[in-house]
Protein backbone atom coordinates (compact mmCIF):
# COMPACT_ATOMS: atom_id res chain seq x y z
CA UNK A 1 0.00 0.00 0.00
CA UNK A 2 1.13 3.82 -0.44
CA UNK A 3 0.55 7.18 1.05
CA UNK A 4 -1.76 9.16 -1.88
CA UNK A 5 0.97 11.73 -1.77
CA UNK A 6 3.15 8.89 -3.35
CA UNK A 7 0.49 7.57 -5.85
CA UNK A 8 0.28 11.31 -7.16
CA UNK A 9 3.75 11.66 -7.46
CA UNK A 10 3.54 9.14 -10.15
CA UNK A 11 2.70 11.73 -12.60
CA UNK A 12 3.87 15.45 -13.37
CA UNK A 13 1.30 17.06 -10.61
CA UNK A 14 1.33 20.60 -12.27
CA UNK A 15 0.83 19.40 -15.90
CA UNK A 16 -0.79 15.87 -14.88
CA UNK A 17 0.76 13.57 -16.69
CA UNK A 18 4.65 12.11 -17.46
CA UNK A 19 5.82 10.28 -19.90
CA UNK A 20 8.23 7.17 -19.45
CA UNK A 21 10.34 4.98 -21.05
CA UNK A 22 9.17 1.46 -20.26
CA UNK A 23 11.48 -1.69 -19.98
CA UNK A 24 12.23 -3.54 -23.15
CA UNK A 25 10.62 -6.77 -21.76
CA UNK A 26 7.75 -4.96 -20.54
CA UNK A 27 7.14 -3.09 -23.87
CA UNK A 28 8.20 -6.36 -26.29
CA UNK A 29 5.51 -8.19 -23.99
CA UNK A 30 2.61 -5.31 -25.07
CA UNK A 31 3.75 -5.35 -28.79
CA UNK A 32 3.68 -8.83 -29.21
CA UNK A 33 0.58 -9.74 -27.11
CA UNK A 34 -1.73 -6.98 -29.35
CA UNK A 35 -0.45 -7.81 -32.35
CA UNK A 36 -1.05 -11.28 -32.32
CA UNK A 37 -4.74 -10.04 -31.22
CA UNK A 38 -5.00 -7.74 -33.61
CA UNK A 39 -3.84 -9.66 -36.99
CA UNK A 40 -2.42 -12.78 -35.94
CA UNK A 41 1.25 -11.55 -35.69
CA UNK A 42 3.03 -10.71 -32.94
CA UNK A 43 6.22 -9.27 -34.74
CA UNK A 44 4.16 -6.35 -36.89
CA UNK A 45 3.94 -3.68 -33.94
CA UNK A 46 8.24 -4.48 -33.14
CA UNK A 47 9.77 -2.07 -35.39
CA UNK A 48 9.95 1.73 -33.22
CA UNK A 49 10.04 4.13 -35.93
CA UNK A 50 7.60 5.82 -37.33
CA UNK A 51 5.83 3.65 -39.93
CA UNK A 52 5.74 3.85 -43.80
CA UNK A 53 5.72 0.53 -44.70
CA UNK A 54 2.90 0.49 -46.99
CA UNK A 55 2.05 -3.27 -46.62
CA UNK A 56 1.30 -2.82 -42.72
CA UNK A 57 -0.66 0.25 -43.41
CA UNK A 58 -2.71 -1.42 -45.55
CA UNK A 59 -3.52 -4.51 -43.33
CA UNK A 60 -4.31 -2.31 -41.07
CA UNK A 61 -6.67 -0.13 -43.07
CA UNK A 62 -8.32 -2.93 -44.09
CA UNK A 63 -9.68 -4.32 -40.91
CA UNK A 64 -13.50 -3.46 -39.85
CA UNK A 65 -13.99 -1.81 -37.36
CA UNK A 66 -13.58 -3.17 -33.40
CA UNK A 67 -15.75 -2.95 -30.47
CA UNK A 68 -14.52 -2.64 -27.32
CA UNK A 69 -15.13 -6.95 -26.44
CA UNK A 70 -12.76 -7.85 -29.66
CA UNK A 71 -10.37 -5.30 -28.65
CA UNK A 72 -9.47 -6.46 -25.62
CA UNK A 73 -7.09 -8.84 -24.61
CA UNK A 74 -8.17 -12.11 -22.51
CA UNK A 75 -8.00 -11.98 -19.14
CA UNK A 76 -6.49 -14.49 -17.80
CA UNK A 77 -3.30 -13.81 -20.29
CA UNK A 78 -3.07 -10.66 -18.39
CA UNK A 79 -2.67 -12.05 -14.99
CA UNK A 80 -0.67 -14.94 -16.07
CA UNK A 81 1.92 -11.78 -16.97
CA UNK A 82 1.03 -9.84 -14.67
CA UNK A 83 3.61 -9.94 -11.55
CA UNK A 84 6.29 -10.32 -13.89
CA UNK A 85 4.88 -7.13 -15.89
CA UNK A 86 4.56 -5.64 -12.55
CA UNK A 87 7.63 -5.91 -11.54
CA UNK A 88 9.32 -4.69 -14.43
CA UNK A 89 7.05 -1.45 -14.27
CA UNK A 90 9.23 -1.09 -10.81
CA UNK A 91 12.17 -0.38 -12.31
CA UNK A 92 10.85 2.80 -13.62
CA UNK A 93 8.34 4.14 -11.61
CA UNK A 94 5.99 3.58 -8.51
CA UNK A 95 4.76 -0.61 -9.07
CA UNK A 96 1.23 -0.61 -9.01
CA UNK A 97 -0.59 -2.99 -7.02
CA UNK A 98 -2.11 -4.83 -9.76
CA UNK A 99 -3.55 -3.77 -13.62
CA UNK A 100 -6.84 -2.76 -13.04
CA UNK A 101 -9.95 -5.96 -14.13
CA UNK A 102 -6.58 -7.46 -15.76
CA UNK A 103 -7.55 -5.37 -18.86
CA UNK A 104 -5.57 -4.23 -21.36
CA UNK A 105 -7.10 -3.74 -24.19
CA UNK A 106 -6.12 -1.77 -27.87
CA UNK A 107 -7.21 1.20 -29.99
CA UNK A 108 -6.78 0.97 -33.92
CA UNK A 109 -7.16 4.47 -35.00
CA UNK A 110 -7.80 5.88 -38.72
CA UNK A 111 -8.60 9.27 -39.60
CA UNK A 112 -10.60 7.90 -42.25
CA UNK A 113 -12.95 6.75 -40.11
CA UNK A 114 -14.51 9.53 -37.76
CA UNK A 115 -16.50 6.52 -35.04
CA UNK A 116 -12.36 5.74 -34.50
CA UNK A 117 -11.31 9.16 -33.23
CA UNK A 118 -11.94 9.74 -29.88
CA UNK A 119 -13.66 12.85 -28.83
CA UNK A 120 -12.01 14.77 -25.10
CA UNK A 121 -12.94 13.49 -22.37
CA UNK A 122 -11.84 12.11 -18.47
CA UNK A 123 -10.94 8.39 -18.13
CA UNK A 124 -13.67 8.43 -15.14
CA UNK A 125 -16.64 9.56 -17.19
CA UNK A 126 -16.28 5.52 -18.76
CA UNK A 127 -15.76 4.49 -15.65
CA UNK A 128 -19.00 5.74 -14.39
CA UNK A 129 -20.75 4.27 -16.62
CA UNK A 130 -19.78 0.81 -17.06
CA UNK A 131 -20.34 -1.61 -14.77
CA UNK A 132 -17.52 -3.51 -12.79
CA UNK A 133 -15.77 0.05 -12.73
CA UNK A 134 -17.34 0.85 -9.96
CA UNK A 135 -15.62 3.63 -7.67
CA UNK A 136 -13.25 2.52 -5.01
CA UNK A 137 -12.09 4.79 -2.30
CA UNK A 138 -9.00 2.48 -1.18
CA UNK A 139 -7.65 2.24 -5.06
CA UNK A 140 -6.05 4.87 -7.16
CA UNK A 141 -6.34 4.20 -10.61
CA UNK A 142 -4.01 5.45 -13.53
CA UNK A 143 -3.93 5.12 -16.80
CA UNK A 144 -0.94 4.17 -18.78
CA UNK A 145 -1.40 4.40 -22.25
CA UNK A 146 1.11 2.92 -24.70
CA UNK A 147 1.62 3.60 -28.97
CA UNK A 148 2.31 0.37 -30.66
CA UNK A 149 2.36 1.89 -34.09
CA UNK A 150 2.72 5.88 -35.54
CA UNK A 151 2.39 7.38 -38.46
CA UNK A 152 3.18 11.10 -36.91
CA UNK A 153 5.38 11.87 -34.27
CA UNK A 154 2.27 13.19 -31.64
CA UNK A 155 -0.64 10.90 -31.70
CA UNK A 156 -2.50 11.87 -28.53
CA UNK A 157 -3.42 15.07 -26.80
CA UNK A 158 -4.27 16.34 -23.13
CA UNK A 159 -5.33 19.64 -21.30
CA UNK A 160 -2.93 19.95 -19.37
CA UNK A 161 -3.14 21.03 -15.54
CA UNK A 162 -7.23 19.91 -16.02
CA UNK A 163 -7.06 17.27 -13.45
CA UNK A 164 -7.07 19.65 -10.96
CA UNK A 165 -10.40 21.67 -11.78
CA UNK A 166 -13.23 21.58 -9.57
CA UNK A 167 -16.17 22.20 -12.41
CA UNK A 168 -15.74 18.88 -14.75
CA UNK A 169 -19.17 20.06 -16.42
CA UNK A 170 -20.26 16.40 -17.06
CA UNK A 171 -24.01 14.75 -17.35
CA UNK A 172 -24.39 11.54 -16.93
CA UNK A 173 -27.57 10.17 -18.18
CA UNK A 174 -29.49 7.02 -19.25
CA UNK A 175 -31.32 7.02 -22.54
CA UNK A 176 -32.52 3.79 -24.35
CA UNK A 177 -31.55 1.92 -21.17
CA UNK A 178 -27.88 2.46 -21.93
CA UNK A 179 -25.91 5.03 -19.85
CA UNK A 180 -24.11 7.61 -21.12
CA UNK A 181 -22.62 11.13 -20.64
CA UNK A 182 -22.40 14.64 -22.62
CA UNK A 183 -19.32 16.67 -21.82
CA UNK A 184 -17.96 19.46 -24.09
CA UNK A 185 -14.25 19.27 -24.42
CA UNK A 186 -12.70 20.63 -28.19
CA UNK A 187 -10.19 18.88 -29.48
CA UNK A 188 -8.83 22.52 -30.34
CA UNK A 189 -8.15 22.34 -26.85
CA UNK A 190 -5.89 19.12 -26.64
CA UNK A 191 -2.03 19.90 -26.38
CA UNK A 192 -0.26 17.30 -28.25
CA UNK A 193 2.10 15.26 -26.32
CA UNK A 194 4.92 13.27 -28.13
CA UNK A 195 5.23 9.45 -26.81
CA UNK A 196 7.86 7.91 -29.07
CA UNK A 197 7.45 3.94 -30.00
CA UNK A 198 9.10 2.30 -26.55
CA UNK A 199 7.74 4.69 -24.16
CA UNK A 200 3.87 4.91 -21.61
CA UNK A 201 2.18 8.07 -20.74
CA UNK A 202 0.49 8.15 -17.63
CA UNK A 203 -2.34 10.15 -16.06
CA UNK A 204 -4.83 10.10 -13.77
CA UNK A 205 -8.36 9.26 -14.96
CA UNK A 206 -9.81 13.11 -14.47
CA UNK A 207 -6.75 14.24 -17.01
CA UNK A 208 -9.04 15.48 -19.99
CA UNK A 209 -7.38 13.64 -23.22
CA UNK A 210 -8.23 12.05 -26.64
CA UNK A 211 -7.13 11.97 -29.96
CA UNK A 212 -5.35 15.18 -31.71
CA UNK A 213 -7.79 16.36 -34.86
CA UNK A 214 -7.11 15.41 -38.46
CA UNK A 215 -4.14 16.35 -40.12
CA UNK A 216 -2.17 16.22 -36.98
CA UNK A 217 -1.88 12.44 -35.66
CA UNK A 218 -0.95 10.80 -38.53
CA UNK A 219 -3.10 8.68 -41.11
CA UNK A 220 -3.26 5.65 -38.45
CA UNK A 221 -2.08 4.79 -34.92
CA UNK A 222 -2.23 1.24 -32.99
CA UNK A 223 -2.03 1.93 -29.26
CA UNK A 224 -2.37 -0.03 -26.15
CA UNK A 225 -3.86 0.84 -22.60
CA UNK A 226 -3.80 -0.60 -19.40
CA UNK A 227 -5.43 0.94 -16.09
CA UNK A 228 -2.81 1.09 -12.94
CA UNK A 229 -4.17 0.11 -9.57
CA UNK A 230 -2.75 1.22 -6.38
CA UNK A 231 -3.85 0.93 -2.95
CA UNK A 232 -4.19 3.39 -0.85
CA UNK A 233 -2.80 3.24 2.90
CA UNK A 234 -5.61 4.21 5.60
CA UNK A 235 -5.43 7.38 7.10
Given at each position: ??S?????????????????D?????????????????????????????????S??????N????????????????????????????????????????????R??????????S??H?????????????H?????????????L??S?????V???????KD????????????????E?????????K???????????????G???????????T???F????K????
Amino acid sequence: MYSKKEILNVFDPDKGYTVYDLPDEFYLWVAKTIGKKLVGDDSIFLNREITRDNSVISKLENIETLGRDVRTVEKEVVENASENLLNLLGKVMLQPNSFYLNDLYFRLVRSSNESEISVPHRDYYFHKITPSWEHNDKLIDIKLWIPLLLTSPYAIGVVPGSHMEKDHSVRFYTEGGQKKFLAEHYQESLKPVKVSLGQGLIFPNNLIHGSLPKGKCGNIRTSAEFTLAYKVKSS
